[in-house]
């Protein structure tokens, strides 16, 4: 597998996981790659504007977690320590040392379980939306986001005569604003759904989501994996949640209380983006590819 790392352009593969086998792309560059893990229901392919953002700075390499996307979607087990194994073992098939993880949404949880249990593959966390229970300001708050995640359940059993359909649904969604409709989210969906038209569904198996939402309420697990980090924290986040308008996930207050677990972590707000476009609307994937490459170099020059 090491081989994929010497190409020089984008590539995509299947790699060993923990018992299972894993989906990834890989977009070339210089120096070690940063390892890319996505969030609740999503898949690699949501880092390919932070990827092609890079443009070659650094290689990316980014995986499917059991299952999502291309990777296998077995019965069980689930949960941040699965996929902590399962990153841990990929990244020794690819033959990678301690690198940065970048995690958006869920797949900070997972960067700071893989810290907490394999620290010697670790060298520093970004963390883009995600790593700490999410906000909770008032029970309004809290309604929204259970709502907001039943409703995302409830999408993965539907089906879609076509990608062009399912591109169409999600352009009718406030999620993705006009100004940030781009090739990089029609990407993404495209290669969110499979199987045959005119039966095309999300490939997220619902069992794993619901498998995995009832570990965010394990807060004092969470709180304890953050608490032991031994390296540099990059918190990167988003002014609105959901969609425009929504409060975010990661208010200030909530910052205050990590900076309590992790007092030397950085914070980064990018202004005009909300949770999904902090990684694939234009301005979001810049900045985070900005941001990525300069904690990357203080890295190396620490």
Same mark, same amino acid.
């Given at each position: 597998m090491t081989d994929v790392l010497k190409t020089t352009r984008p590539a995509q593969g299947r790699v060993s996981g923990d018992d299972i086998e894993m989906a990834f792309g890989y977009w070339p @560059?210089? @120096? %070690?790659?940063?390892?890319? #893990?996505?969030g609740l229901t999503a898949s690699y392919v949501s880092f390919t504007g932070v990827a092609e953002c890079l443009a070659g700075r650094r290689p990316l390499f980014a995986l499917d977690l059991r299952g999502r996307g291309d990777s296998d979607k077995p019965a069980g087990p689930y949960g941040m320590a699965q996929h902590a !194994?399962?990153?841990?073992? %990929?990244?020794?098939?690819?033959? #990678? @040392?301690a690198s940065v993880i970048v995690g958006h949404s869920m797949g900070a949880f997972v960067a700071t379980a893989l810290a907490a249990q394999y620290p010697e593959l670790v060298s520093g966390l970004v963390l883009i939306d995600g790593g700490y229970a999410p906000a909770i300001s008032s029970p309004n708050s809290q309604q929204g986001l259970d709502a907001a995640l039943a409703l995302r359940i409830s999408q993965l059993r539907q089906t879609y005569p076509s990608r062009e359909v399912y591109?169409?649904?999600?352009?009718?969604?406030?999620?993705f604003p006009p100004e940030d409709w781009n090739p990089w989210v029609e990407a993404f969906l495209d290669y969110e759904i499979g199987g045959e038209p005119p039966e095309l569904r999300p490939k997220a198996a619902e069992d794993a989501v619901k498998a995995d939402l009832l570990e965010g309420l394990q807060s004092e697990q969470i709180a304890a994996r953050l608490r032991d980090l031994r390296v540099p924290? #990059?918190?990167?986040? %988003?002014?609105? @949640?959901?969609v425009p308008g929504a409060p975010p996930l990661y208010p200030d207050a909530m910052i205050e209380l990590m900076r309590k677990l992790v007092p030397a972590m950085e914070d980064q707000l990018i202004t005009d983006t909300t949770h999904y476009t902090l990684i694939m609307g234009r301005r979001g994937a810049s900045r985070v590819a900005d941001l990525v490459d300069?904690?990357? !170099?203080?890295?190396?020059?620490g």
């Open positions: @560059g210089r @120096g %070690a790659p940063l390892v890319a #893990l996505h !194994s399962d990153v841990a073992a %990929a990244m020794r098939a690819m033959d #990678l @040392g591109r169409q649904f999600w352009r009718t969604q406030p999620h924290v #990059l918190m990167v986040r %988003a002014p609105a @949640g959901f300069e904690f990357a !170099s203080l890295l190396q020059k």
